[in-house]
């Protein structure tokens, strides 16, 4: 705490899995012995730097950009960047730390890290966000590169900025490295199913968990937080798997449509018009009811699916949740339920998927990019859906299999953790006091 003052949800992330990983340590005391704990929650390096660009009115603005390059035992340092105007160092780092142990999960060789800036690209026009995306670059390119660091997107960057910056990275280096970032558009180096891959794949994690207790999504009653890329897909793909999605959200309130979210018009007006969800309500008619300012989670539903930012689920909303009805949880954004929310929802015996384990999909498809840019290939979508689905049934299968043979059999918390850290853990060993 010392160390890194007023970083609360770096504190609070790190408290989390620092409280799975007791009985690891236990039973390993080389790890305490070489000091990885304190290694592993010191970043690599961290980058901060000023980021000049100028307004459609000619006004000068500065921002502050990121990259915290935090661990890279398995793989070169692998994170999205977030454009929000909540961005500082603390949440940052929180996004970093838990990417190193989700990259583990994974299985692939990618290391963690995470950046961005508190750049609010709400209310700007496309050049103002290219001109900015322009600048970002400018700094960042000189960190990065598909050897050492592979950037992505996260919340406020999708494709549209990851081309901007592609294109300015290009234009400095002279090199057209496609591995350099990942969430490409297709025409440009992109993979099938990267876009889809987060939503997807905490779709296919949740359908394991629910899977192991006997049930699936059929007819059941789902609320997904968000209405950004990782909610757009978990609705669409939940759909496809028989579940009502009957609300969602941004940050201006909840949309309640009890026949079912329709994904096309979600589509038009959040990825076409970049509109509110006022404007889906008004056009879908019927039953579709726009709730301005409130929580989304005051809506019942039988599983619950957060896609839109940290600490959305306070202990409260998950009690609401679990009188609700609600049986399952798959966590598509990152660390979405505060440690009070876990816990109501791990007394209540509800299957609790983390995100590091149900969100994992993304960062494991952007892997997969990475592969076929290297290989100068791309795979269709089928094959690469497959390779997704694959890979989110081997980390439930893992988290499960960790957590029994930690004696708590169903915590997938622990078991996320627990795996996570030992594949990290033995790389930092076998790399010695690097
Ligand atoms: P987007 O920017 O596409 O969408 C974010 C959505 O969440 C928007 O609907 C936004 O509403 C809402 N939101 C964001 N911040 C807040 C806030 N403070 N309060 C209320 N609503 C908010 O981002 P993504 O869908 O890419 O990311 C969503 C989450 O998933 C993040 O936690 C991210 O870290 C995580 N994630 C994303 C991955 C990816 O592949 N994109 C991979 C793994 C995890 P509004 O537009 O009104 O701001």
């Given amino acids: 705490l010392r160390r890194n003052p007023g970083e609360i949800e770096f504190h609070q992330a790190v408290r989390e899995v620092l409280e799975s990983i007791g009985p690891v340590l236990g039973k390993h005391p080389e790890y305490a012995e070489s000091k990885i704990i304190e290694r592993i929650c010191e970043p690599e390096r961290q980058i901060i730097f000023r980021v000049p660009w100028e307004d459609d009115q000619g006004e000068v603005q500065i921002n502050r950009g990121f990259r915290v390059e935090f661990n890279s035992a398995l793989g070169p340092y692998k994170g999205g960047l977030r454009f929000h105007p909540s961005v500082y160092l603390g949440i940052v780092k929180f996004l970093g730390f838990e990417q190193i142990f989700k990259n583990g999960l994974t299985g692939l060789p990618i290391g963690g890290g995470k950046g961005g800036s508190d750049f609010d690209p ?45 294109g300015q990275y290009k234009r ?103 509109g509110r969800l006022d404007s889906y309500a008004k056009r879908r008619g019927g039953e579709a009811v726009f709730v301005p300012g409130r929580s989304v989670w005051e809506v019942s539903c039988e599983v619950a699916m957060p896609s839109a930012t940290q600490n959305e689920i306070t202990g409260r909303d998950a009690e609401t949740l679990v009188r609700g009805g609600c049986v399952a949880v798959g966590e598509g954004a990152n660390m979405p339920t505060t440690p009070e929310g876990v816990r109501v929802f791990q007394e209540a015996g509800v299957a609790f998927g983390p995100g590091k384990a149900a969100n994992a999909g993304g960062v494991a498809t952007s892997a997969l990019e990475m592969q076929q840019n290297a290989s100068r290939d791309s795979w269709s979508f089928e094959y690469s859906e497959q390779r997704l689905r694959d890979i989110m049934t081997d980390i439930h299968t893992r988290c499960l299999a960790t957590a029994d043979e930690y004696g708590m059999p169903g915590d997938y918390v622990a078991g996320a953790n627990i795996d996570g850290f030992r594949r990290v853990a033995d790389a930092m060993l076998a790399l010695g006091l690097v």
């Fill in 172 to 274: 400095i280096t002279n090199r057209y490295e496609s591995g350099v970032i990942t969430g490409k558009g297709l025409s440009y180096g992109g993979a099938q199913v990267r876009t889809e891959a987060t939503g997807y794949g905490c779709t296919f994690f949740v359908e394991e968990m629910l899977k192991a207790r006997g049930t699936s999504f059929d007819g059941k009653r789902v609320v997904v937080s968000g209405a950004g890329n990782v909610a757009i897909y978990t609705i669409e793909k939940v759909a496809q798997l028989g579940g009502v999605v009957v609300a969602c959200s941004d940050s201006s309130g909840y949309v309640l449509d009890e026949g079912g979210i329709d994904v096309a018009l979600l589509k038009q007006v959040k990825q076409v018009e970049r």
């Fill in 122 to 166: 709400k209310g700007r026009s496309e050049r103002e966000v290219m001109r900015f995306c322009q600048s970002f670059m400018t700094e960042l390119y000189r960190h990065i590169g598909e050897y050492t660091d592979v950037p992505a997107g996260d919340i406020g960057v999708g494709q549209r900025e990851v081309g901007f910056l592609f």
